[in-house]
């Protein structure tokens, strides 16, 4: 079992008081590239291994300008995205290291649910890992909601948890919002 959990926004919203600002994710550059090098083997150019995204990489965002937060713990040994879908559209993609932490500090108010997938060999290109991918989605979905006095904050833990109350359902690839 995987542990989903709110937290009461009046850490946020006091944070805020005090003048902490932070950075949105959107702050960084949005623009995806990645450098392939070549190298030669036995006289045949072959493409090498493209960087691995760094942890907390948005890769997908089109939700930017809300007070939620999301934070993502990945406990297992293998990389993950998360994914989060508001109705039919994909709203945005945050790869997390294996044993990482990554926060997405401007979600905006809605509901949404949420889909993973972890493997190795992650492909930015493609957006997908090239060995041993799993594909999730966790059974409850998220709903971000934002007063004047406090912000939505969710854990989402994607390894399992003694006492966690969220469950997850296997999706087939083809189903999982690339």
């Known amino acids: 079992m995987v542990s ?18 932070a950075a949105p994710a959107s702050a960084a550059p949005s623009t995806t590239t990645a450098t392939v090098s070549w190298s030669e083997t036995a006289g045949t150019a072959m493409p090498a ?3 691995r995204p760094r942890n907390g990489r948005i890769l997908y965002d089109r939700i ?6 999301l ?17 039919r559209t ?13 926060k997405v500090n401007d979600v ?15 492909s930015v290109s493609k957006g ?9 989605k966790f059974d409850d979905r998220l709903r971000f909601t934002t007063t004047s006095t406090s912000a939505t904050i969710w854990t989402l833990t994607l390894n399992p948890v003694r006492g966690g109350n969220a469950r997850t359902t296997g999706v087939n690839p083809k189903d999982f919002p690339a």
């Open 4 to 21: 989903l959990r709110p937290l009461a926004g009046v850490v946020l919203a006091s944070a805020l008081l005090t003048g902490f600002t």
């Open 49 to 51: 291994a493209a960087a």
């Open 64 to 69: 930017s300008g809300g007070q939620g937060t």
């Open 71 to 87: 934070k993502i713990k990945n406990g297992t040994s293998r990389d993950a995205v998360v994914t989060l879908v508001r109705g």
């Open 90 to 102: 994909k709203a945005i993609s945050v790869y997390v290291r294996a044993r990482s932490t990554a």
């Open 108 to 122: 905006r108010d809605g509901t949404y649910r949420i889909f993973f997938t972890s493997g190795y060999r992650f």
């Open 128 to 136: 997908r890992f090239a060995r041993g991918a799993s594909y999730q």
